[in-house]
């Protein structure tokens, strides 16, 4: 899942490439991850805990929201994500979760906190609260109602 996610990832980012029927198709799966990442959000929570960090669900989740990133970052799915039912509200409480989490353990979720000494940690979590508040941005952006919600 993780390897499709991030062939799906270099084909949106690719904005050249892609031609007009594959983007009508990155549309309509972008309901799909977007259930998919509300429905699993909470798996990156539990890699604060050490033992955790090769959890395969927090690794898709991750890699969900980095197309979600990328997706919203496209103006022909950017209104359809937008509007999509409770995905700004997810994404919100997530990345106050991840704040909250980050406080009470070692914080993995951000590069600057994930230096120790002269080595960097490449956990794949670092970056994740960063992502979120791409999203948010993304789904707010020229979005009167998005952003009275936030």
């Keep these: 899942r993780v390897t499709l996610l991030e062939l799906m990832m270099v084909k949106i980012s690719d904005k050249n490439s892609v031609t ?7 549309v309509r799966h972008a309901d799909f991850l977007a259930v998919c990442f509300q429905e699993n959000c909470g798996a990156v ?3 604060t805990a050490a033992a955790d960090s090769e959890d395969e ?3 898709v989740t991750i890699r969900l929201l980095d197309v979600l990133c990328e997706m919203t970052s496209n103006n022909s799915q950017l209104e359809h994500l937008q509007a999509f039912p409770g995905l700004l509200e997810t994404a919100v409480d997530t990345l ?3 704040h909250l989490a ?3 353990a070692v914080n993995i979720f951000t590069a600057t906190h994930a230096v120790t000494g002269q080595e960097e940690i490449s956990h794949p979590a670092v970056g994740f609260k960063s992502h979120l508040i ?3 941005g993304n789904l707010c952006y020229k979005n009167k109602e998005n ?3 936030v």
């Design 96 to 98: 106050r979760l991840t």
């Design 20 to 26: 007009s029927e594959e983007m009508n198709v990155f």
């Design 134 to 136: 791409r999203l948010i």
């Design 57 to 59: 669900e927090a690794l």
């Design 147 to 149: 952003q009275d919600k």
């Design 102 to 104: 980050g406080k009470q």
């Design 45 to 47: 929570l539990k890699l």
